[in-house]
């Protein structure tokens, strides 16, 4: 008898823990959802930040992370396999392995104040390179994780069978095993992808922000998430309204990547 | 037995992994004769798989393992190797495109059927698409699966069942034309029927490639093989022609393990 009243308390307990957590998260989306889709205007996508819209800022951030992107999954890539396939079981990529974990967990605006450092400072004025180096950097560890993770799952059987055929090391990694693990790799690189689309902090002062339309790397960048962060401290209605706006935009940007990743896994397994 | 008879032969052979202080096979003496299938048969951990992968030097993917002794591998034209001398990568992968081998568990790649048969082939620089085809096709209906694929090459391997998966592994390796294949319990991932399928095939393929496998089942062994090698604790026990051994083994330990006494 005390067994089920005790199992009664533990399921009501955890059943409420649940509904709380979910709950926060629905009144966040709800919030965001009912804020957002009525400062939504035609004019929000087709004016920059200047005429009170939003195109420049969604140009500028998927600029910055797609460049960040083309940097970030080959190197994260190679490094991956490197720790898997090469330097397994070695003390470097040991070093290695635990230095990117621990990179994986820096604070992001530790790594904007680094690029400050070496990207902005020398030149004397905000740029988007910096913001796409700090973005890149922000990557490459998750993808050197997934990567690692990844390769790790794929049989050893399938490598000796390779080899068996008389393949020689890096053909049989790069035409079997990567692609024996080309599902995960791609979810990771969307995850991480979407991780990054939405970070602010290693934007600040980097890329810092621009109002005006540019494709000028060299140039101060227009960024979404540091404008959501500027938008939000302005006393005018307007200004509120076009963050709530961009902030709804961005939650729904990373909510598709997120599903696509899921649906890639889903369809591919 | 005469002595050109033989595709392989093991000559105190000893083998230690990487990191053990004990050798984990003592001075095995093995011929392997040609056109002939030879299977090794022993309780888990008697060193089995070990020999078989010492074979094709497949341990070799691993570094700091030692070998003693020699294999010779003697070749069609009549010369021979002892394939323990070997050091280079190209050497590795020349020889293992003399020997193959297929695995426990079913290793197609990531890729087409065809692409699958063709991958060693490729590998081996055939470039020529009609040749591929040709050799695709021959080693597909080699290993018995060619009417069941002929209408899905361009599908991906990977949709087959257990069973058609391992007769894909071993039209991959036949393509080849290997002088040896060597099985590592081949079948024990496998249901009775697709067991039996395997085993026809491999009873098929005698007649152009020398086999050796290592199985745990020992009606296979005495169904399949002409000769059988009893291992036990890293020895080579007992080896004989496979009616002498099953009907009347020289050693108690043999008879023991194959009526089922212990292992």
Known sequence: MNRLILNKIILLLSTLSAVIGIGFLFWILATLSYKGITSIHWATFTKDLVDGGIRNLLVGQFTMALMATFVAVPVGMMAGIYLREYGHGSKLASIIRNLSDVMMSAPSIVIGVFVYALLVDPFGSYNGWAGAVALAIMMIPIIISTTDNMLALVPTELREAGMALGGSKHKIILQIVVRAAKVGITTGILLSFARIIGETAPLLFTSANNQFFTMDLGDQFPSLTVSIYNLATYPDEASRELAWAASFILTMIVLTINLLGRFVIRNKK | ?263
């Open chain 2, 1 to 263: 037995m005469t002595k050109n008879n033989l595709v392989m032969e093991l000559k105190n052979f000893s083998f230690t992994y990487a990191g053990a202080t004990k050798p984990s096979l003592k001075k095995i003496n093995l011929p392997i004769e040609e056109n002939k299938i030879t299977a090794m048969i022993g309780p888990s951990g008697c060193g089995k798989s070990t020999l078989l992968r010492s074979m094709n030097r497949i341990h070799d993917l691993y570094p700091g393992n030692s070998y003693e002794g020699k294999i010779n591998l003697y070749r069609a034209d009549g010369s021979k190797q002892n394939i323990l001398d070997l050091k280079k990568e190209n050497d590795f992968i020349r020889l293992r495109q003399e020997v193959g081998m297929i695995f426990q568990k079913p290793t197609p790649f990531p890729m087409s059927i065809f692409d699958n048969v063709a991958y060693g082939l490729r590998l081996a620089g055939i470039k020529n698409r009609s040749e591929l085809e040709g050799r695709v096709e021959k080693a597909l209906k080699g290993a018995a699966i060619w009417d069941e694929t002929k209408e899905r090459l361009g599908e991906s391997a990977l949709g087959m069942s257990g069973g058609q998966q391992q007769r894909l592994c071993i039209a991959r390796a036949v393509a080849l034309k290997p002088r040896v294949l060597l099985f590592d319990e081949p079948t024990s991932a496998l249901d009775p029927i697709s067991t039996g399928a395997i085993e026809e095939l491999i009873a098929e393929i005698k007649s152009e490639v020398s086999v050796v496998i290592v199985t745990h089942n020992m009606q296979q062994a005495s169904r399949l093989s002409d000769y059988t090698a009893f291992m036990y604790l890293g020895d080579l026990a007992e080896f004989d022609k496979t009616e002498k051994i099953f009907l009347n083994p020289k050693e108690k330990l043999t008879e023991d393990y194959i009526t089922g006494r212990f292992g």
